[in-house]
């Protein structure tokens, strides 16, 4: 059966109060910065993709299916769809408890009544029979944080009308697992690398930290590179841990840190933590001689508004936003500029060395769904009279099941089935 993985629905600690304001000052920080950092760019030819007004549709008699070179099929709006969702709780038993918003008493449903639609081209809907067919003896692996887990549990929802997944793999922590789809002989891993890089993480089971995360910059997490010649695809991504506090290592010394008074080290800043990451990754992906697929999935933007996650932040929108609505917060800027700016750095870099690495930009039909959240429905009826004297946390940055995040992996066959 399906396990909840701990307390991680946020890829943050549960800070204390104490921490809570140390969070709030760096956040504002990071927002300083988000905002220098926008007018540095604005002034030199770059263009901040998220800024751009998205182009308005455009009118045309026929829409080209995505083989269609031209078509960018991550530029889009979405559009209602009175067909619903592609399954339900009842049909696909692997959503957990935290993403199983209908379960947990969300009362509006409007949200699962929508279809992204790129500008120029359709996409058709997720096919799980074909894509298993096509994939039949072949291994992929999704490597990342709880927002990986999130989205492997729609890809085996998505499956599961073709197939269900048999669990042949767990951790300890239920963090990393496997799964086997038999008739097809295909096997799907999730392996637990928040930060991509090897990090030394100190926190309990309830997410409270008791020391600064060491973070080595210059070491890859084995978690993942030990298995990487088993793979034929990979969807990676990382982002969110990056903003904790955390001490950094290069060189085996320490080189600075992310918010750490007190400590006498050079404040680096979570951006050049994520940075030398990225650059380090995509370095592993051009020298080792297997070549997978790897899918590099951009930054996701959480939807907390009137505070954030650890100060009364909430996302009770019902409806997505309109195209140009919203722009997305200048954490999301930042940290979105870097991963386009490091993803085409390595496809420039390595354009000889044969590497199969693609973007899954998932960010800007993310953007548009503040309605896709668990908010408070993170857990089983929130506002049920007894627990009334605890304050109600909301989830703003994962995403419910069925919901918004089935789209990832729409686009994500689409991409895949059209490069076989
Ligand atoms: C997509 O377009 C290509 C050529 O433009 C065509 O060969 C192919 O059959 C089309 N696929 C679908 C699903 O319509
Ligand atoms: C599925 O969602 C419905 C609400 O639509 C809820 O009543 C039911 O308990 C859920 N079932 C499961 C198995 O999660
Ligand atoms: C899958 O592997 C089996 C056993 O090695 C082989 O017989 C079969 O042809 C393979 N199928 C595909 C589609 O590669
Ligand atoms: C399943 O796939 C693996 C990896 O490609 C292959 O080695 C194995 O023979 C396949 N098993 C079957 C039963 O087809
Ligand atoms: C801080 O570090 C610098 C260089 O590492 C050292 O010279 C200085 O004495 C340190 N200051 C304190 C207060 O420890
Ligand atoms: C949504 O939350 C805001 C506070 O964050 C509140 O003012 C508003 O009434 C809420 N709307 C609904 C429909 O619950």
Not at 278 to 296: G, N, Q, R, T, W
Not at 328 to 354: C, P, T, W, Y
Request: hydrophobic residues 35%; aromatic residues 14%; contains cysteine.
């Amino acid at each position: 059966m399906v396990k909840e993985a701990r307390s991680d629905w946020d890829p943050w600690p549960k800070l204390n109060t104490k921490s809570n304001q140390i969070w709030l000052k760096l956040f504002v920080s990071a927002l300083l910065m988000g905002v220098s950092f926008r007018l540095l760019f604005l002034r030199s030819s770059a263009v901040l993709p998220v800024s751009e007004s998205p182009a308005s549709p455009k009118k045309i008699d026929y829409l080209p299916n995505a083989t269609d070179e031209k078509c960018d099929i991550f530029a889009g709006r979405w559009i209602p769809n009175p067909l619903g969702v592609p399954y339900t709780n009842r049909t696909c038993h692997f959503i957990e408890e935290p993403q199983n918003c209908l379960k947990n008493g969300r009362p509006d449903t409007g949200y699962l009544y929508w279809r992204w639609e790129p500008y120029g081209c359709t996409i058709p809907p997720f096919d799980g029979e074909r894509f298993l067919n096509s994939m039949r003896n072949k291994s992929w692996a999704l490597i990342g944080d709880s927002i990986l887990r999130n989205h492997v549990q729609s890809l085996i929802c998505l499956f599961s009308k073709a197939e269900d997944a048999i669990e042949v793999y767990h951790d300890k922590d239920y963090k990393s697992r496997k799964w086997l789809f038999p008739s097809h002989n295909f096997t799907l891993s999730l392996v637990w690398a928040p930060f991509l890089v090897k990090a030394e993480i100190f926190e309990n089971d309830d997410g409270q930290s008791d020391s600064e995360i060491q973070l080595h910059l210059d070491t890859l997490d084995h978690k993942w590179t030990d298995n990487y010649r088993d793979f034929d695809y990979i969807v990676i991504s990382a982002g969110q841990w990056f903003l904790k506090t955390a001490i950094y290592w290069d060189g085996h010394k320490v080189v600075g840190c992310h918010y750490c008074p007190g400590k006498n080290l050079t404040e680096l800043g979570f951006e050049h933590a994520y940075r030398k990451s990225l650059s380090k990754l995509f370095d592993h992906i051009a020298e080792v001689d297997h070549k997978p697929m790897v899918f590099y999935r951009t930054w996701t933007p959480d939807h907390f508004e009137n505070g954030e996650w650890f100060s009364g932040g909430t996302c009770n929108r019902s409806v997505p936003y309109n195209v140009g609505e919203y722009g997305g917060k200048d954490v999301d800027h930042l940290m979105r500029n870097i991963e386009l700016q490091e993803f085409q750095k390595a496809k420039a870099k390595f354009s000889e060395h044969g590497i199969r690495l693609k973007l899954l930009d998932t960010y800007s039909l993310s953007l548009q769904r503040p309605d896709g959240h668990p908010g408070p429905y993170r857990t089983f009826h929130p506002f049920d009279r007894k627990k009334k004297s605890a304050a109600v946390q909301n989830d703003c940055l994962h995403w419910c099941l069925p919901g918004p995040i089935d789209a990832w992996n729409d686009l994500l066959m689409e991409l895949v089935m059209n490069d076989l």
